[in-house]
């Protein structure tokens, strides 16, 4: 087999999959962060997004309605 044609093979195959790896990574949206906060009633860490802050919603835990806090106030 000529030497030449493996070589443009492998660099076919190579450069198809660094062009799927590449439209992947581009592909993939981009995650927004979680905040995390403590339940007034059952003291149970919860998490929420930054676009729920200041919306009112319930624990998950305890369902005990509640607001969520800015992310500011937010604990790690
Ligand atoms: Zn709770």
């Known amino acids: 087999m000529d ?3 493996v070589l443009l093979a492998l660099g076919a195959v190579l450069a198809t999959a660094a062009g799927v ?3 992947l990574r581009l592909r ?3 995650e927004e962060p979680f ?3 403590r339940c007034p ?3 149970r860490r919860l998490r929420y ?3 729920q802050a200041g919306h009112a919603g319930e ?3 305890c369902g005990r309605a509640l607001t969520f806090p800015p992310v500011t106030a ?3």
């Open 3 to 5: 030497t030449t044609l």
């Open 21 to 23: 790896w590449v439209y």
């Open 28 to 30: 993939k949206p981009k």
């Open 35 to 37: 905040y995390h906060f």
């Open 41 to 43: 009633g059952c003291k």
């Open 49 to 51: 997004r930054a676009r």
């Open 59 to 61: 624990c998950s835990n």
């Open 74 to 76: 937010s604990i790690d």
